[in-house]
Every structure is written in C-alpha cells, then in structure tokens.
C-alpha cells in the first residue's frame, strides 16, 4: 500500500490489529484470524501518519553499529561498563572476564570469525545466567508466571515472547542487549514479560508496563538511542 510493503502476521490471540516498525524499517501488521481484508487496509490508511512519522524518527537515528578488532586494548562493553580485551595463552576458556579485563585466548584471536564466535558464545552464557536471576522478580512484580528464557539472536528485534500451549511460553533476549546498562535489559525484560498478558502495544499493553516501570517512555527513548550503537558481531 502506498508504495510500502507490509509483513502480514495472523495470530488466533489477538483480537486488534496492530502495526510495529522494526528496527530495519520493515513493517509488519498483525491481525486477528478471519479479519478482512478492507478492514487491514482501512487501519492502515489511519495509521498513516505514525508510520511517517516512525520512519522518520529511524531515518534521523540511523544504526551506528561499531566494528572490533580483536586485540589488546579493544574496548568491549558488558552491562554498561567498559573491559579493555587481552590475548592471553593461559588456557582455559577461550573468552572470560578476570581481573577487569575480557580475556581472549591467542588461538581464537588469530582467527577473526573465531574471536567473534567465541565472544558472542560468551555473550550469550554470561547473559543468560545474569537474565535468570533477574527474571523470576520481574515476573512477580508483574504478576505474570515466570517463563523460559534463551539468550540468542533474535535478528532485528531486541526481544521476543512466543506463548507455550503448556505454561508460560518462552521469551528470547538478544544476545547484543548485555551490553547495555542493567537497567535497560530490565527493560526489555519487562517489555517482553508484559506480552505474557497483552499480545500486542496497545494502551492496555503500556498501562501494565508502566506500571511496573513508571519511566518505561523514557527508557524506550535511551534504548533507542544506545541500541543502534551495539556491537552487533
């Protein structure tokens, strides 16, 4: 429509449609089953100007997305602090933090796809042990049943639920967000934790994420700004 092309998603839970543009600029519109074609067009011609007005805001904050090198002095970032990389030959694990410094075994340095993979597979393991124990108070908080939780990528999204038929479904974070300060991976651990309740952004969804984070607006905001500055391997 419009000259822009959308992703259409039907979903048996939800009973609104709604519209996300993501992180790349695609868009994608979720719709209840048996919803009408008309009915999808005429939500998106309404929705007109907030998606200008989205993809205007994405154009005037294009990713930034660093390159690293994987030598001594390289600055590598975890839970918002900076760690300067050392190629050491000590053994042990190709990639840990010790002594304020993210050690990288010399084999998997010379190698560059090496060094990434070990690094992101480091990623993903401190990430997740750091998410499940963050997890289960977010989820009381929130009154919402504690779900799974993997640590992967998960493309151009920060985070993602998908309900289980049994239990509380599984919820995948981004390896990259563990860069971030702490409490903006609480953030998405919350956002995606709010899902469990409300399919969907609508305003039931933000009064139930404002509620357990009063300035969720403005954490959304720095998300942005310091999402499109990760190192994203």
């Known amino acids: 429509m419009d000259g822009r092309e959308y992703q259409v998603v039907v979903s048996a839970r939800r009973k609104r449609l709604g519209l996300t543009v993501e992180r790349d600029g695609s868009l994608?519109?979720?719709?209840p089953v048996g919803c009408e074609t008309a009915r999808a067009e005429g939500f998106v011609r309404q929705s007109r100007r907030w998606i200008e007005a989205k993809l205007g805001i994405q154009a005037e904050h294009r990713?930034?997305?660093?390159?690293?090198?994987?030598?001594?002095?390289?600055?590598?970032?975890?839970?918002?602090?900076?760690?300067?990389?050392?190629?050491?030959?000590?053994?042990?694990?190709?990639?840990?933090?010790?002594a304020g410094r993210l050690r990288l075994d010399k084999r998997a340095a010379t190698d560059p796809r090496r060094a990434r993979r070990e690094i992101v597979a480091w990623y993903r393991k401190s990430g997740l042990r750091w998410s499940q124990r963050r997890l289960q108070p977010w989820a009381a908080r929130m009154e919402v049943p504690e779900?799974?939780?993997?640590?992967?990528?998960?493309?151009?999204?920060?985070?993602?639920?998908?309900?289980?038929?049994?239990?509380?479904?599984q919820m995948a974070l981004h390896w990259a967000i563990f860069q971030l300060p702490a409490h903006l991976v609480?953030?998405?651990?919350?956002?995606?934790?709010?899902?469990?309740r409300v399919s969907g952004h609508g305003p039931e969804y933000w009064t139930l994420l404002r509620r357990a984070?009063?300035?969720?607006?403005?954490r959304k905001e720095e998300l942005d700004d310091l999402g499109r500055r990760l190192w994203l391997g």
Do not use: K, M, S
């Open 28 to 31: 994608l519109l979720r719709v």
């Open 63 to 98: 990713p930034a997305h660093p390159v690293r090198v994987f030598r001594d002095g390289e600055v590598f970032r975890y839970l918002g602090r900076e760690y300067r990389l050392l190629v050491v030959d000590e053994g042990g694990d190709p990639v840990r933090l010790a």
């Open 147 to 169: 779900p799974g939780v993997t640590v992967r990528d998960v493309g151009n999204r920060w985070g993602t639920y998908r309900p289980g038929d049994q239990g509380a479904g």
């Open 186 to 196: 609480d953030y998405v651990i919350a956002h995606e934790l709010a899902h469990i």
């Open 213 to 218: 984070i009063p300035e969720c607006e403005a």
